[in-house]
C-alpha cells in the first residue's frame, strides 16, 4: 500500500500532532505528579491526583491510540515501512510498550492514589503518580530524537527488500535496454 502525497502528509500531520500531545500531557501529569509528592497541602494533593485521573481516563489512552494507529498507517504505506529501518521499529515497540504501561501501570497508579487521598488518606506512594510520568517522558524524548535522527540503518528485512527491490530495476534496466 503506498499513500498518496496528501492523504501521507495529513497523517504525518496528525501523527506528529498526536505525538506532541502526548508528550505534553506526560509533562502536565509530571507537573502535578510532583505537586502531589512535594506538597504538604492535602488539598493540593487531591487536586493534583484528581486532575491526573482526568488526564488518565479522558486524554491519554484516545492520543496513545492516535499515535499508534498514525504511526502504522505512516509505516506501512510509505518506503520507510514496519520492519525494513531499525529505528521505525524501535519507535513502533516503544509506542506500543508505552500504551500498555499506561493502561497496566499509570491509571491503576493514579486510580488507587485518588482513591486513597479521597477516602481523607495521605498519598500512599508517590512512586505511584511520579514513576510512570517519569518513565513514559523519557520514552517519548528518547522516540523524539530517534525519529530526528532515523539511525542504526537497515533491519535484516529492510536489506533484503532493499537487495530485491534493486535486482528487480536491473532487470528491468536490460530489459529495457534489448527492447
Do not use: C, I
Request: aromatic share 8%; glycine share 8%; charged share 15%.
Amino acid at each position: 500500500m503506498k499513500l498518496t502525497r496528501p492523504v501521507r502528509r495529513a497523517n504525518l500531520v496528525v501523527h506528529a500532532a498526536a505525538s506532541a500531545s502526548w508528550l505534553g500531557l506526560t509533562l502536565g501529569l509530571l507537573a502535578l505528579g510532583t505537586a502531589a509528592a512535594t506538597t504538604g497541602s492535602p488539598a493540593t494533593v487531591e487536586a493534583s491526583v484528581r486532575a491526573m485521573k482526568l488526564f488518565a481516563d479522558w486524554l491519554l489512552l484516545p492520543v496513545a491510540a492516535l499515535t499508534l494507529l498514525s504511526g502504522l498507517v505512516l509505516s506501512l504505506g510509505t518506503p520507510w515501512g514496519l520492519a525494513r529501518h531499525r529505528w521505525v521499529f524501535t519507535k513502533f515497540w516503544l509506542t506500543l510498550a508505552t500504551t500498555a504501561a499506561t493502561v497496566f501501570a499509570l491509571r491503576p497508579g493514579v486510580n488507587a492514589a485518588v482513591t486513597a487521598v479521597a477516602a481523607g488518606e495521605t498519598l500512599p506512594d508517590a512512586g505511584d503518580v511520579l514513576f510512570g510520568p517519569v518513565v513514559s517522558l523519557s520514552a517519548y524524548v528518547f522516540m523524539t530524537v530517534v525519529s530526528v535522527l532515523k539511525p542504526w540503518g537497515l533491519t535484516r528485512r529492510g536489506r533484503r527488500f532493499r537487495e530485491a527491490e534493486a535486482g528487480g530495476q536491473a532487470r528491468a534496466g536490460r530489459a529495457r535496454r534489448t527492447a
